[in-house]
């Protein structure tokens, strides 16, 4: 096996691979972040059978926790199975922070949360955020100190989908980015390395102080979203709510009872970004 | 045989095993002992708030509600919070305890 | 570079003695951590390790496990409460089994103890009532094609699990511990005849009537254990179930020896424990008994038992996990796992069983390329 180790945000990986080519695109696109001494989780890549290692090879992610069902991936894609063989521990192993299913950007030491189901544009447009004024917190998990409510980064690469990939690759030319793997079960995907300041600055905190649940291709409408329906639906994108128990409970009805949240459709970046920017004057 | 359901005694969870917290139109209830967070509208927290620590059936806590609350027809009433009561102890926020 | 080549030593090594992690650098935790996390004994360590020195970068994996396993601990006694409100009104004992069993009457083998699906024992005449009970109150089946439906009510020890469709919690019913198929086999009557009351979990009685759940006897709590260590399966789980049984082992001496220590060497438990193994014998369980004393005295004592050389076969087994957290040992594995299938039906049926499973399998590839 061979083995590269990673800190992103508060979390620590050892990644473990029976082939060398997904762990040298890791070592790559995560140069800039620490190692780790002692990591939070464990992921293998792992072919599914002897024969598979070499013949049409086929990983299985496997790790600390696993989906018992879990699709193996085509070796091309190994890098993707990483990245989810990561996501899983996160999202059903850790409990230090409230998982939220998020993404989130940081400006004048303020985070803005945006979640929604896939295919809303969360990540894309923390992305777009990040090379646009603001800090890339994180495209995939917004975690919340349960404590305090403050929202901790967890910059991971950008994992962007089919059309995003193009308008990110227009959109700056000093970006870094992974390989293009087509037709993955979510599609075509590339990842781009997180904006320098987001990597370096990726211990620094920020209190929430707007909620947005964006949806992609509809025209521009914002809506408020009233703090039981914001609550119902965070519980919905959080991974570890439940297993917090109490302390869950309290974080997540301190952060709908103190940060505004508001519904934003949007058929476009560039609009997005300026009601983005407008909702950010008025409120936080 | 079973009794009429208007007839059930209920006990609430005592007071230090929910946390309620009223957010708009609706109140969240963080129950201790499973761990789960009830959504509920009115008149839920009104129910439990009423119960206090005491064994009541329907039309006793009818009574005992119609004190703060303007219930309107006082048998329908009775009716509409027998149906509360048992909903709430499928829940398991309150418990029956007819005997 | 952690050992790849290790196997799970360290994890028994550091249950047995706390103190054996001092000498544990980064490499040494890594490996520990993760086959912990394998073996589903990360709860169980994070409280035993209390109080040990440690980098905080463990400290803080075993908060979190800690955090977790009280959250399971709390899910489970929830759900024995609700299943004993499903069933008011059943007049026959409902015992908890397993790991509930362990939180709810507060033993030493529930501390962080994983639990995942709520185990419960019924007397068999009453499974229709108490499956139609547990219908009524919101559980479902988990969906089963029939032939696994037809086998498990012809030939099992329980029920096809039900999953509650709010909580999304599943119940597994049994009427005995092991397979109707299996060759030991428990007196169920005696088990339920002689299970006590437990009062932690039961809610406010209904209907004039108290909800009383109830537990094994201190001794069938230990053969229970027992029989799903060594006479059912393929030991997956083993090493968990090893250290479940040794608490249980302890938690009987302590009772038993008045706060003394347990003797030395425990072969000797024969007349500490003749209750035990009396009850033993009752259940047809006396030879699992006295391997599970073994290897339990072997892992988790420090003054150890005399391995047979089948013992060892047991113990390659039980610790067939590396530094990565892979299971290693392929052969030995395969070997337990006919064994399982062995050890739950007879010759004819077992043909029978693989045949029918290997056709649906095929049925289902073929329809899966159509």
Known sequence: MQE???TVGPASFRLLSEWKKPLNQMRELYAEYPAADIPDFTVRLEAVNALRRFIRPSA?????YMLPDAAPLPIEQGLLALEMGMNLQMALGWRRQMILHAS???RGGKALIMTGESGSGKSTLSALLGINGWRFMGD???LIDPVNGEAVPYPRLISLKNEAITAMQDGAADIRFGPLMKATPKGDIRHMVPPADAIAQMSKRANPALILFPRFGHDPAIRDMPPSETFMRLTQASTNYVALGEQGFEALTGLVQNVPARALDYRSGEEAMELVEKLWEELA | MTASPEKIRYRAEPSGALLIRPLDAMTLIYHRASGITHMVTEPVPEILEAMAGDALDAAELATRLSETFDLGGADDAAAIIADRLAELAELGLVSAVRG | MSNPHGDASILVDALRDPETVRQLGSDGWTALLAIARAEQLIGSLAYRLEGQPMPGGVAAILEDARLNAEYQRRSALWEANRAAAALAGYDGKVVLMKGTAYVAADMKAGIGRHIGDLDIMVAEGDLPLVEEKLLAAGWEWVKEDEYDDAYYREHMHELPPLIHKERDRMIDVHHTILPKTARPKPDAEAMLEDAVPVNTVSPEPVEGRAISLSIFCPEDMVLHCTAHLI???????GLRNLWDFHCLIEAM????????????PIWVHDQTLGPLYRRAKQHDLEAALRR??????????????????????FLRRLLARNGYGQPTRKLTRLGFYIRSHWLRMPPFMLARHLWTKWRMGRKKSASDAG
Do not use: Q
Request: aromatic residues 10%.
């Open chain 1, 4 to 6: 590269f180790r990673l």
């Open chain 1, 60 to 64: 299985a992610i496997n790790g600390d």
């Open chain 1, 104 to 106: 989130a950007a940081e």
């Open chain 1, 140 to 142: 995939e998990f917004a």
């Open chain 3, 231 to 237: 006479a059912d399966g393929e030991l997956d789980g």
């Open chain 3, 253 to 264: 001496f302590a009772s038993v020896m008045d706060g003394n220590e347990p003797p030395d």
């Open chain 3, 292 to 313: 599970a004393v073994r290897l339990a005295d072997y892992c988790f004592r420090t003054c150890k038992s005399e391995l047979a050389l089948s013992d060892r076969l």
